[in-house]
């Protein structure tokens, strides 16, 4: 009988967040009758699919929060002897998949070396400057990124090989090595939102309390708003645990609005809204605001140059406003109130646009990498073209 293919996710960020959705749903693409997966996590709590074997990661709390110097090092030394312990009690790790960043997971390419699997490196956020972080880039077999972490890698990877830093930054993508793949997240088939079916204006709220998240811009534009024209508004956070950026605070008591900490039924309640407002600071993708375009909401969202602020067109399948200013977010929430055929409309054409971000799609690859399969090139599907377009192949570093 042929051995399952063992994979190994680690996860040392200790509370939920969409970086862990977006991995979960890679995962859930996997084929568990010809492999089985570990994950290695701080937060078993954030991870939902019964095929997964979470194993609760032991780390000293003086060290947990560490995030440079001598320190950092060990914390990541004490993850590798996870990983060794995970390798004794499962048998042999054929790949590994580091879910956040090479900083975050650092401790795979501690071991890589001795127990010699394939490193699959996501990257959902910009990474740091820094040296290690470049050589543990170098040392991936692949990596998939969200395009507006490309200026960050380049630089990391510069630092690292000061000799590779180009004379001009343009075209990053032609500087980045072969085996960087741009990615978009995506939504599983499963988990698809249900669509909104409040007929009145209701809004929707939903992130960590990470200040950068901007809860308090959402907040400020409430208290501008009268309580008998402002809309009924849930909001739904994740307190985070063991970190050392700046938090806000919640609950806070306004009137019409509801708090929900971590909510079960979270789907339900983005159901019985029909407004969402993204408050994030240059937010690398946003996968919230996917899943509210899923449900047919109208989403509101700062025109920071950001992903979404980059694909969606104002008053067309989204409304902008000013970046950080509450005022002019107010404003806006003010005017939707009255009119909620334009909710209505403009929440129909960001779900159209939602339904170009299928996980089964936009994550092929990344599955095909996970399962040990090969790129198969047909060579008469090269000589063929398809409506003018031509096919091009770009070589990848396959594990």
């Avoid at 050392?244 to 983005?270: C, F, K």
């Amino acid at each position: 009988m042929k051995t399952k293919r063992h994979l190994l996710v680690i996860d040392p960020t200790a509370y939920a967040g969409g970086s862990k959705v977006a991995t979960e749903n890679i995962l859930r693409l996997l084929n568990t009758q010809h492999m089985h997966i570990t994950v290695l996590t701080a937060d078993p709590d954030s991870w939902h699919w019964p095929e997964l074997k979470r194993c609760k990661l032991y780390q000293p709390k003086c060290l947990s929060q560490q995030e440079q110097g001598i320190a950092y090092f060990l914390r990541h030394f004490f993850i590798a002897f996870n990983i060794l312990l995970i390798r004794l009690r499962f048998g042999k790790i054929n790949i590994a998949l580091g879910a956040s960043g090479p900083g975050v997971d650092l401790a795979l390419y501690l071991v890589k070396p001795i127990m010699g699997f394939s490193i699959v490196q996501l990257v959902h956020g910009p990474v740091a400057c820094s040296r290690t972080i470049g050589k543990c880039l170098y040392a991936a077999n692949e990596v998939h990124y969200l395009e507006s972490c490309s200026n960050s890698l380049l630089r990391a990877l510069s630092r690292a090989r000061p000799e590779t830093l180009p004379c001009s930054t343009s075209s990053l993508q032609k500087q980045l090595p072969e085996y960087f793949h741009t990615m978009k997240n995506g939504l599983s088939e499963h988990a698809w939102p249900c669509r909104c079916y409040n007929k009145h204006p209701t809004i929707f709220w939903a992130a960590s309390l990470l200040k950068w998240k901007g809860l308090d811009t959402l907040l400020n534009a409430l208290k501008r708003i009268t309580p008998k024209t402002r809309p009924e508004t849930h909001i739904c956070y994740i307190q985070p645990k063991e970190t050392t950026m700046p938090i806000s605070h919640a609950p806070v008591d306004i009137q019409g609005v509801h708090w929900y900490e971590a909510p079960e039924n979270l789907d339900l309640l983005r159901g019985c809204s029909n407004i969402f407002v993204s408050t994030s600071h240059n937010e690398p993708f946003g996968l919230s605001i996917l899943e509210a375009m899923a449900a047919g909401h109208c989403v509101l969202i700062p025109d920071d140059g950001a992903y979404w602020d980059r694909i969606l067109k104002n008053e067309i399948n989204c409304i902008k406003y000013t970046a950080n200013d509450a005022r002019d977010l107010a404003n806006k929430l003010l005017w939707l109130s009255h009119h909620m055929e334009r909710i209505n409309t403009i929440g129909e054409a960001a779900n159209k646009v939602a339904l170009n971000y299928r996980a089964h799609i936009l994550y092929a690859d990344i599955k095909d990498t996970l399962e040990g399969k090969t790129t198969q090139i047909n060579i008469a599907s090269l000589l063929q073209t398809n409506r003018g377009t031509q096919h091009h192949v770009t070589p990848a570093r396959r594990t």
